[in-house]
């Protein structure tokens, strides 16, 4: 009855730990703290007044800046506020009400409109499509990205499916990178649907935790290559860069697909934040700028991943298996009867994200996947808090078994 008893302390201790949400800590925000002093100008470089409304599309040397790192030509790229989950939101609203380029008629129209949704997969991409009832159908994931031969099967017999949710870099929670192959594949692929879109949500393109730093295949140029030129939105921002509640966010397209995008924008808003625009292109200044960056996050971040993969390592043995991604701001622990450790952690004081949030409607049938965000605690915390998620998981295998 060991793992009882050290549960039975554990509880006895009354934490409150946090690990729901992939958060940058104080310490990384900090990194960013001379950006409260910028912009120095507020004029742009081809002289627009950043005060003032208009420039739908957002600056053009932040364009420039960040067109390469998420892989869109400057003038394909659209500069937005401060959340790309509200620029993916925005876009289903659109393709709702407005027919995007391809389209035989508005979604709102259609009878049953189907999106595939990699998993274990970003809980708040399933959330907008319950808002709109779209049905979700999970495809599942693998070491190269989601299952395609179960995508494109799927993709070329039902006119339904509009789109499929994609984190290509550094997946959210998986931590794994679209090989070469997948990313051709989804570009060159047959779909029944002559508007389905992929949303390419790229959150992770610059979040790199290593030396070891993965690449991606540059997915809007092979849709072109393939005669798919319309096929992806690509999302990006720096809410994990700069300041989380102060960033910029992108939206990337093919020329028909921006101009789409622009013309619905123009009904909402006069103009974006130019003076935040200028603050960030004034702060990271360029690509290498961008990069020095981003390494002094991976200095605050990697001792944390390290420190997850120790703990698990020494504290579970064979009663879970774990990610060791490279980048982005998760780690997937895969146990069993995931939705009976999670409680038991809630009620020790370690808040996790629910056991099924990873899937579509919340529902991971082999309740298996727990999502581990590590970021935002100090290490001290971060440490006590997965030594705790293991009690719980060895207190759950010992009642099972």
């Given amino acids: 009855m060991n793992a009882q008893r050290d549960y039975a302390d554990l509880v006895q201790r009354g934490l409150s730990l946090d690990l729901t949400r992939g958060k940058p800590s104080p310490r990384q925000l900090d990194l960013a703290n001379d950006m409260l002093k910028l912009p120095t100008s507020y004029r742009a470089a081809d002289g627009t007044d950043g005060r003032n409304y208009g420039n739908l599309q957002g600056l053009t040397e932040l364009r420039e800046l960040f067109g390469p790192l998420l892989q869109v030509p400057a003038e394909q790229l659209v500069v937005g506020g401060n959340s790309s989950l509200a620029v993916m939101h925005d876009t289903i609203v659109h393709a709702l009400l407005t027919k995007v380029p391809g389209a035989e008629r ?92 992929i949303f390419w949500d790229n959150a992770y393109a610059v979040h790199h ?16 290559e393939h005669g798919n030129t319309d096929r992806t939105f690509v999302y990006g921002s720096t809410s994990k860069v700069t300041m989380a509640g102060s960033g910029v966010s992108f939206f990337g397209s093919s020329p028909a697909n921006v101009k789409w995008f622009l013309a619905n924008t123009a009904k909402q808003s006069i103009g974006p934040d130019k003076l935040n ?8 200044r360029d690509a290498e700028g961008v990069a020095a960056h981003m390494r002094k996050h991976a200095e605050l971040v990697w001792p944390k991943f390290e420190l997850v993969d120790r703990v698990l390592a020494k504290e579970l043995g064979d009663l879970g298996t774990w990610t060791s ?23 020790a004081g370690i808040a996790l994200t629910p056991a099924g949030a990873t899937h579509p409607y919340g529902q991971d049938p082999d309740d298996r ?18 030594i705790g998620l293991a009690v719980c998981v060895r207190a759950v295998a010992e009642e099972r078994a």
């Avoid at 935790?209 to 072109?224: G, H, K, P, R, V």
């Avoid at 625009?277 to 990271?284: P, S, Y």
């Avoid at 996947?369 to 997965?386: C, G, K, S, V, W």
Wanted: charged letters at 25%; aromatic letters at 8%.
């Fill in 106 to 197: 508005r979604w709102v129209e259609e009878p049953e409109i189907t999106f595939l949704c990699p998993v274990p997969g970003y809980d708040r991409h399933f959330t907008i499509c319950e808002r709109f009832g779209i049905k979700m159908v999970p495809v599942p994931m693998n070491g190269e990205g989601p299952d395609m031969d179960v995508v494109e099967r799927l993709v070329a017999e039902d006119a339904s499916v509009k789109g499929i949710w994609c984190v290509p870099k550094y997946s959210n929670p998986s931590g794994v990178t679209y090989s070469d192959e997948t990313v051709r594949r989804l570009a060159a692929m047959s779909t029944a649907a002559p508007d389905f879109r």
């Fill in 209 to 224: 935790l290593t030396d070891a730093q993965a690449e991606l295949a540059d997915l809007l140029s092979l849709c072109a």
């Fill in 277 to 284: 625009q200028l603050r960030h292109v004034e702060f990271l």
């Fill in 325 to 347: 991604p490279q980048g982005g701001y998760f780690i997937s622990l895969e146990v069993s009867h995931a939705g009976e450790v999670v409680a038991r952690a809630k009620a």
């Fill in 369 to 386: 996947t727990i999502r581990i965000a590590p970021t935002y605690p100090d290490l001290e915390e971060l440490e006590q808090a997965i």
